[in-house]
């Protein structure tokens, strides 16, 4: 039975927690996680509310009946992270939205869950505008070019939306050191010389 880290809930040899320090942020970040997500080995939303002071996480897929939701898509201000058509670059916006909802899951889930919650479809949009290749780059595809995970584009909106991105830049780091130590563990496995010479 491997040792589990409580807070970070990776295994001990792959816990990031000491690069995890919770960041103070005007914004509060909530996260909507479709379950499927959370199964995965890297958990991004999770690793995103560790790494935040302000910031919630609620697991589901239909939210228009979920009490908490439903006050914070009622609040003035609050907004969607989301990508497209209407969104408006964070950088541009101001001053800061009270709530920043954040859908956690697949394109594909991410585009249901909003068909299904009509409330929160109907918040207003927030982009990024960026260059950033994704920190799940050999670990998970990607569906196209500038689509990022979610502790990396939090990272990045709360960078723009505060005018301070070097305070959230350790949440990026990491997550990509994360992937990295993801990433050579599965290197390992497929390789038994190389297992052999470590473990000798």
Known sequence: MRETCLRCLRPASFCVCADLRPVPSATRVVLLQHPREARLAICSAWLTRLSLENAELHRGVRFEDHPRVREVAATPGAALLYPGEGSVPADRVSPPPPFLVVIDGTWLQADRMLRDNPAL??????????????????????????????????????????????????????????VRLQLEATRTRRNPRHRERTQG
Do not use: Q
């Not at 780059?137 to 990272?155: C, F, K, N, Y």
């Open 121 to 178: 479809a109907a918040l207003p949009r927030v982009g990024l505008v960026h260059d950033l290749e994704s920190g799940y780059t050999g670990l998970r595809r990607e569906p196209a070019a500038g689509h990022l995970s979610t502790i990396e584009a939090v990272a990045l909106a709360l960078g723009a939306l505060e005018r301070d991105p070097s305070r959230f830049a350790p949440m990026g780091e990491a997550f990509r050191r994360a």
